[in-house]
Structures are given as structure tokens and as C-alpha cells.
């Protein structure tokens, strides 16, 4: 029902306080016309698309270890990785600010230690600063499913491959990794769809080159005041997600035919 | 599978384990370490220890308002979601009618799209329909965002137990409300506890769907918010960030506790 109101009101059209309730495709040709929405779009698909493999294959390893190295107090572990998301989601991307800022910890820590004489000013308001704080917010959405599935791997299969003469590592590539697959899509899938559209990582740590695709939806239902402008770009958006996954399953769907 | 490496060889994913957690823990840390510095400024190096910025916090007349709100909020949304949720998990664990699939797949649908267009979609519906945003708007939307995650933990902890314990119950001459009392609730009472408690912590923490459908009553998160962009605000912000970090802590250590228990009195009543 939300979603049916969305895609009408952007075929309708802004004037001043009012919506001019006739159907129109004005906002969809200023979409297409104006470059800056489509290259922003693209800017936040790939940029989300970085995140998600940055996050997943760093989680891997981490829920590889607790999954098979942890003997006892597995427990353990799983609750201190969650621990830190406790904060709140704005003060976990607020620490990045404090720790990238021009007088931020990493410049000051390094000035006082006499290591540095002018602060870089190149850590922080960038896509890279965003990238590094979304991988870091979102840590926890990509190990615990990853976690979940190495943990379901019947041990035995392991033992067997080991067994009939493969070496560790070709048994961690055609044993341990399909049959972890399942857990790395879920992950991928967690990560990627909520930070295609978030913007307040972007507008606390991004500035003005690490822009994404949730800083223009939210200001034309804020400054720009144009909201069906703002919902025709919310819909492409959802579009491209959408696209995005499909190919993403479809890929992955592919790749395990193959394998098996 | 060799676990136990000699200590003048160190294991590789022990030393990366251990790399990771100071990057997860290394920038929340920070947090909780500036809030006892005796400094508006957050930078090295450090000034003295400091309580201050703690007594600011409790008299901020702003936070606290923020903070009852966001507490009303998380509490009305965590008991219905999780009532909503017990109810559907029900019906579709118990009964099977068509478009089963289908409904279970629509209630989903907010775990699968980006908040921020979930957000200005009830924007939208909710201006349309000129009703004026307040903290019911608010906790509306929490609502539709919490129902499936009620329901994911409902739906696993019913799927788990056997059907004829209810229907042994029926037998014997209880009448459906008395069953599910007494047979049902008991059982599934941890997801309940496990669906209230992540209800109210997503509702606590949400900021996407309050920043769009909020007037002018804020919760936290939108205080937080606010509050980021004046610097002479964020010590305070930072003890606040403390002091809920602490109490949560406390608070799934509780649960974490009385989950224990219900499984130590599972065990021994001999079912």
C-alpha cells in the first residue's frame, strides 16, 4: 500500500505547496535528462557493492574462526562481536568522525606523539571514509549468518575430503566454501540493501564527494521541497536494488550449479 | 584438525580474530573514553577526569524528554509487535490456508527494502491522508518494521514444539483460550521474551522512519541527531551513549540469565 502511493505520486507533479494530480512522466525525464541523479545512483550501487564485499570478506575469516577454531565458549565470542553495536547506529558512525576528524584521534594521537606536524586532511569527507564506516557498522549483519552456516557444515564431510587425499586449503575451497554459500548471500544481501540507501553515514562522514543516492531523496523531501521528484527517484532506485539482486542471486545460482 | 598451535607459532586467524575486534571495538571505544574528559573538544591530548559531562546529560531537559519518548515508544511498539507476531506466527504455524506463502512473504516485505524509502512511503500515505505527524506516526511505522522480526523468532520457536500437547489439552476438556494459556504461552514465553527485547532495542535505536515521520515531539535517536551538529553538545551526547551502553549491557546479561534458567527448569520438570 505505501509502495502503491510512492509509485503515484511520482507520476504526479510539484507546484509550490501543491501536487498537480495529473499523470505525467516529468519526473522520470528529469531523472534521465539531469545526469547528476543517474551518476549519483551509480556512484551508490558501486559504492554499496564495495562495502558489501569489503564487510563480507572480512567477516569471513572471523566467523570462520569462532565457527571452527573455538572449542568451548563460542558463546563467548558471538557476544563480544555484538557488544560494540549496541551503541546506538549514529554514534557507531559518529566514532568514525571523532576518529578521521581533522583534529580527530588518529591526527591528534599522532601530532601529540610527535609523529606528525600537520593533520591529514585526506582521512576524513571522502567515499573511502564512508566505505571504511559502513563496513564497520554493519560487521555484525555479515558474520552471524556466515557464522550460521559454517556452523550447520556436518564435520564429517571435512574429514572425508581430508581423507580421500585433498590438502586443507583445496578442502576449504570445494568443501567448506559451497556449503558456506548459502550464509555469504544472506550476508551480502544484509549489508548491501540497507546501505544503498542510507544517508546518514554519508552526510556525517561522506562531505560533498561521498554523496549517495539517500542525501538526494531526503533533501527533495526536505530542502528541495519537490517530493515527487523525490519519490520517481526512490522508485528508479528501488528498481536498480531490485536489478541488482536478481543478478546477484541469479550469479551466485549459476556458481553453485556449476560447483556442485 | 590441529588446534592447539605451539605458542612460538601463532595461528593465523588467531592474531586476524584478534585484529578484528580492536577494529569493531577500537572507534566505540572512544566514545566512552572522551565522555570522562574534562574537554569540549574531542582530541588528544587528553585533559583530566571529569564527571561533568555526566551531570549535563541529567540536566539536559531536552534529553530526558527524548529519551521518555523514545522509552514510550519502544514499549507500546515491542508489546504489540510481539502480540501481532505471536498471533500470525500462529495462524501460520497451526493453520494451513491458502495464500499462507504469499501473506508470510508480504508481512517480509519491510525487512527487504531500504528504510528510506519504506520512510518516505509512509510519508507520503500518512500526509496524504492528513493525519498530522506525532509519536504515534512514529511508533506506526516501528510497528510495521518490528511485526516480521516478532514473527521470524515466533514462527521458529512454534514450529519447534509438538502440535498434540495442544491438542492433549483440548482433550481433556480445556477450552482454546485456557489451552493457549497454559500450554502454548508457557512454551513459547522465551520467544516472547527475545521478541520483546529486539522489538524495543530496534524501535530504541531507529532513526531513518522517526527523522521523516516525526513533528516536533523527538525520540533519541533525532535528539542525537540534532545535537551532533553543536559541538558544545556532543560530551554529553557521548555520556549519554555511555550510560546506555552499560545498561543494555546489564540488561541482555539479565535475559541472557533468566533464558538459562528456562532452560535449567526444561530440563529438570522432565518434559
Known amino acids: 500500500m505505501p509502495m502503491l502511493v510512492l509509485f503515484t505520486l511520482s507520476f504526479w507533479i510539484q507546484e509550490y505547496l501543491d501536487f ?29 557493492s564495495l562495502v558489501t564485499v569489503v564487510t563480507v570478506l572480512l567477516a569471513y575469516p572471523m ?21 560494540p553495536f549496541w551503541t546506538s547506529y549514529l554514534l557507531r558512525v559518529f566514532a568514525w568522525k571523532i576518529m578521521l576528524g581533522y583534529n580527530g584521534v588518529i591526527n591528534s594521537g599522532l601530532k601529540s606523539l610527535g609523529l606528525l606536524s600537520e593533520p591529514l586532511e585526506f582521512l576524513l569527507y571522502n567515499p573511502t571514509s564512508v566505505v571504511i564506516t559502513l563496513a564497520h557498522a554493519w560487521a555484525a549483519f555479515a558474520i552471524l549468518p556466515i557464522y550460521v552456516s559454517l556452523e550447520k ?27 558456506s554459500l548459502p550464509g555469504v548471500i544472506a550476508a551480502s544481501l544484509l549489508v548491501f540493501i540497507p546501505t544503498v540507501g542510507d544517508y546518514v553515514t554519508p552526510s556525517l562522514v561522506g562531505g560533498p564527494s561521498g554523496i549517495m543516492i539517500g542525501n538526494i531523496i531526503q533533501s527533495m523531501f526536505g530542502k528541495a521541497q519537490n517530493w515527487p521528484l523525490g519519490a520517481a527517484i526512490s522508485v528508479m532506485s528501488m528498481l536498480t536494488v531490485t536489478l541488482m539482486v536478481s543478478l546477484f542471486l541469479w550469479g551466485t545460482h549459476n556458481f553453485r550449479r556449476r560447483i556442485a | 584438525m590441529k588446534s592447539n598451535h605451539p605458542w612460538w607459532k601463532p595461528d593465523g586467524l588467531l592474531i586476524y580474530a584478534i585484529l578484528y575486534l580492536v577494529f569493531i571495538y577500537l572507534p566505540v571505544l572512544f566514545l566512552p573514553l572522551f565522555s570522562f574528559n574534562n574537554s569540549t573538544y574531542i582530541t588528544f591530548p587528553l585533559k583530566d577526569f571529569t564527571l561533568k559531562w ?9 534529553l530526558l524528554e527524548a529519551l521518555f519518548n523514545s522509552i514510550k515508544v519502544g514499549l507500546l511498539v515491542a508489546i504489540f509487535s510481539t502480540i501481532l507476531g505471536l498471533l500470525a506466527a500462529k495462524s501460520v504455524t497451526r493453520y494451513r490456508f491458502k495464500g499462507r506463502g504469499p501473506l508470510v512473504s508480504f508481512i517480509m516485505i519491510p525487512l527487504v527494502i531500504p528504510e528510506i524509502i519504506l520512510a518516505i512511503s509512509l510519508l507520503i500515505l500518512i500526509s496524504q491522508a492528513n493525519i498530522p505527524l506525532s509519536l504515534w506516526t512514529i511508533g506506526f511505522s516501528h510497528l510495521l518494521l518490528c511485526i516480521p522480526f516478532s514473527m521470524l523468532i515466533l514462527i521458529s520457536r512454534m514450529e519447534g514444539f509438538d502440535k498434540s500437547l495442544e491438542e492433549a489439552a483440548l482433550d481433556l476438556g480445556e477450552n482454546p483460550w485456557m489451552t493457549f494459556w497454559r500450554v502454548t504461552f508457557p512454551i513459547v514465553l522465551p520467544g516472547i521474551v527475545a521478541s520483546l527485547l529486539l522489538t524495543f532495542t530496534i524501535s530504541f535505536d531507529e532513526f531513518v522512519l522517526a527523522f521523516f515521520l516525526s513533528s516536533t515531539d523527538a525520540t533519541l535517536p533525532i535528539y542525537i541527531w540534532s545535537s551532533l551538529r553543536f559541538p558544545t553538545k556532543i560530551p554529553a551526547i557521548l555520556a549519554l ?31
Not at chain 1, 161 to 178: I, Q
Open chain 2, 241 to 271: 551513549g555511555a550510560s546506555i551502553f552499560v545498561i543494555s549491557f546489564f540488561v541482555v546479561t539479565f535475559a541472557e540469565w533468566v533464558r538459562r534458567r528456562g532452560v535449567k527448569l526444561e530440563s529438570t520438570s522432565g518434559i
Open chain 1, 153 to 179: 557444515i556436518d564435520r564429517s564431510l571435512l574429514e572425508a575430503a581430508r581423507d580421500l587425499g585433498e590438502n586443507p586449503f583445496m578442502t576449504f575451497v570445494r568443501v567448506t566454501l559451497p556449503l
Open chain 2, 54 to 62: 555526566y551531570a549535563k546529560m541529567i540536566n539536559s531537559p531536552g
Open chain 1, 20 to 48: 498537480i494530480r495529473t499523470f505525467s512522466i516529468k519526473n522520470y525525464l528529469d531523472f534521465f535528462q539531469k545526469p547528476i541523479y543517474i551518476k549519483i545512483l551509480f556512484k551508490s550501487i558501486r559504492m554499496s
Open chain 1, 63 to 83: 566467523a570462520y574462526y569462532i565457527a571452527f577454531r573455538v572449542k568451548r565458549n563460542k558463546l563467548v565470542w558471538l557476544i563480544l562481536i555484538t557488544v
